[in-house]
């Protein structure tokens, strides 16, 4: 009966780590094809954008002007990285606070998210997002130290890379895990993760490399990422950097109308290197 014992836990363990390890990428993408909701109908202009990351694969984005297309002014741009999710168009919010604050914003899907076509991977969701900065600084002729790369969730991982590759005016990394490998050992504790992940996503390795400004956001309510892993990310990372402590659970948007965090957000953006009020 001992021995019938150990077969059923050693089998049941195997079974865990292989459904795990073949599993993962649908743990760690959500991807939805359907739109909730377009910016024409809640009456937002927007650029309707499709750029080639392969010769057979597009992804898909919305970009929004502030202040119009013909402005002529030169205005700083957000490049905003969702979380592993839905789609753009679960994003509207967002885009319009950023709006609010006199920026401009990309919104993009990964491979494989709304209209982008091709699957999504850790390798193809950096690559989706250094070619959508591409895009900005070619065909929006933005000025790197006015780009600020958004990511919240999945998104902070994204960006974290996307600013280790490229130049940009700041980083803003909201709700976001220390790597797959820390949220994986929450999930699952009982199983040795380690040499079973196919995605690592690991900003904590990679933070402490940026010399960008650096806005950390996180609730201490979130709950799907703990409040600690925000905080172990900001401490890693590099001055100048910044913390604002968001209220609400992990999907919860509540915050939006919070002024400390739309203060430090517009001083961020448009003060950049100079001090936060």
């Known amino acids: 009966m001992l021995l019938w014992a150990v077969i059923v836990v050693v089998g049941a363990f195997f079974v865990s780590c292989t459904a795990l390890y073949f599993l993962q990428t649908q743990l760690v993408f959500h991807p939805t094809r359907e739109f909730a909701a377009s910016p024409s109908e809640l009456g937002i202009p927007f650029e309707d954008v499709y750029l ?3 010769q057979e694969h597009c992804i898909h984005g919305w970009y929004f002007a502030s202040r119009g297309p013909d402005s002529g002014e030169k205005r700083p741009v957000v490049l905003f990285c969702h979380g592993n999710a839905g789609n753009i168009s679960h994003r509207l919010e967002t885009a319009e606070f950023i709006l609010s604050l006199g920026a401009d914003v990309l919104l993009y899907d990964y491979r494989g998210y709304g209209k982008s076509d091709g699957f999504p991977s850790e390798e193809n969701v950096y690559a989706d997002a250094e ?39 700041g980083l803003i990394v909201e709700s976001s895990f220390t790597s797959v490998s820390g949220m994986a050992k929450k999930m699952f504790p009982l199983i040795t993760i380690k040499h079973l992940l196919k995605h690592k996503f690991d900003s904590i390795a990679k933070i402490g490399s940026l010399t960008c400004p650096v806005l950390v956001t996180h ?6 990422v703990p409040f600690e892993m925000g905080r172990r990310l900001f401490a890693a990372a590099n001055e100048p950097k910044w913390f604002v402590a968001l209220r609400g659970g992990h999907n919860d948007r509540g915050y939006l109308a919070d002024s400390t965090y739309m203060g430090t957000l517009y001083d961020l953006i448009h003060v950049r290197l100079g001090p936060l009020r």
């Open 219 to 224: 609730s201490p309510d979130d709950d799907l």
């Open 131 to 169: 070619t959508c900065y591409n895009w900005l600084i070619e065909e929006k002729k933005a000025d790197p130290q006015h780009i600020f790369i958004f990511g919240r969730s999945l998104g902070g991982a994204v960006a974290i890379e996307l600013a280790r590759r490229v130049k940009c005016g």
């Open 52 to 54: 080639h990351v392969t």
